[in-house]
């Protein structure tokens, strides 16, 4: 399996930021995407954004889009999640998938590879 790693959540208050870092020490991203979902309590896993490493393709979910950008680290072994202007609904914890194929999916069972989670906590 591809290990994964993901980092940066934590405890904010509303209207602030964070920035997540999913980290794939296996192997490098190229030729697959990379998403990153959330799951608040009591709630199904709920797409956030995705990259299609070659093309370069960026898909939002609507309730992020303006306030989230996702983006690639050069050396192909690091995508990140700036989260600005956050609000308490987007309290959830954080998950970065990956696929090996270069179509954006907004559903998770479409990706094969998956991270342990980080979580956010944005306080009203």
């Known amino acids: 399996q591809v290990p994964l790693v993901e980092s940066g959540g934590g405890l904010v208050q509303a209207g602030g930021s964070l920035r997540l870092s999913c980290i794939d020490s296996?192997?490098?991203?190229?030729?697959?995407?990379v998403a990153w979902f959330r799951q608040a309590l009591g709630k199904e896993r709920e797409f956030v954004a995705a990259?299609?490493?070659?093309?370069?393709?960026?898909l939002y979910n609507g309730s992020v889009k303006g306030r989230f950008t996702i983006s690639l680290e050069n050396t192909k072994t690091a995508v990140y999640l700036q989260m600005n202007s956050l609000q308490p609904e987007d309290t959830a914890v954080y998950y970065c998938?990956?696929?090996?194929?270069?179509?954006?999916?907004?559903?998770?069972?479409?990706?094969?590879?998956w991270g342990q989670g980080t979580q956010v906590t944005v306080s009203s």
């Open positions: 998938a990956a696929r090996t194929g270069m179509a954006i999916h907004t559903t998770p069972i479409q990706y094969n590879y």
């Open positions: 296996g192997r490098s991203f190229s030729g697959g995407s």
């Open positions: 990259v299609a490493w070659s093309t370069g393709e960026i």
